[in-house]
């Protein structure tokens, strides 16, 4: 279930807001500039499927955002609990950064943790599967995946390069806390 919980960027032990409601998380989050859509899939996915088959579930809907937005290029992600170098993708993304371009994120299955320092506030994003997250460019913010990632994502970019974070060097992000996943997605 999606959840957004809303701290004092100040306090992070204890939420000033919180919610599993996917439509007041839309509308607080399009409050700060962010995009929250739940998505359905056309036909069924089969575990293991291709990316192409990922994609192809979603057709409309990628579609949709491609024409919106002027993506150049989709493609999927594929992260499992067992992935041999897991770790180390996972601290790629801990501190705290930002893109020149949005970040746009759909949870075809799994879960995780997206983290978004605006002004004062820290929201943090729980995505699960038929999540769609969409950060506007300069967003300070980070994500976890959990110590055992598991998630099938579709990713949109309108660089070339693909993704490319500007970290802040700022810690704020270690003072959070980290992603466990409460419930089965």
Not at 63 to 81: C, H, M, T, Y
């Amino acid at each position: 279930m999606s959840r957004l919980r809303i701290f004092d960027h100040a306090d992070p032990s204890t939420p000033l807001f919180a919610s599993y409601d996917p439509d007041f998380i839309a509308t607080e989050l399009e409050k700060i500039g962010v995009l929250f859509e739940r998505w359905q899939a056309s036909k069924p996915i089969e575990p293991g499927a291709s990316p192409e088959a990922v994609m192809d579930a979603y057709r409309a809907d990628i579609d949709r955002l491609v024409a919106e937005r002027g993506f150049k290029s989709v493609d999927v992600v594929s992260i499992a609990p067992d992935h041999p170098a897991r770790a180390e993708m996972r601290t790629k993304f801990l501190d705290e950064h930002f893109h020149k371009e949005d970040e746009v994120r759909f949870f075809v299955a799994g879960s995780g943790l997206f983290t978004l320092h605006v002004d004062d506030k820290v929201y943090e994003i729980e995505c699960v599967k038929d999540d769609l997250i969409a950060v506007p460019d300069g967003t300070k913010h980070w994500f976890d995946m959990g110590e055992s990632p598991s998630f099938v994502a579709i990713r949109f970019f309108t660089e070339p390069d693909g993704w490319v974070g500007h970290f802040t060097g700022e810690t704020i992000a270690a003072s959070f806390p980290r992603y466990t996943p409460e419930r089965a997605s």
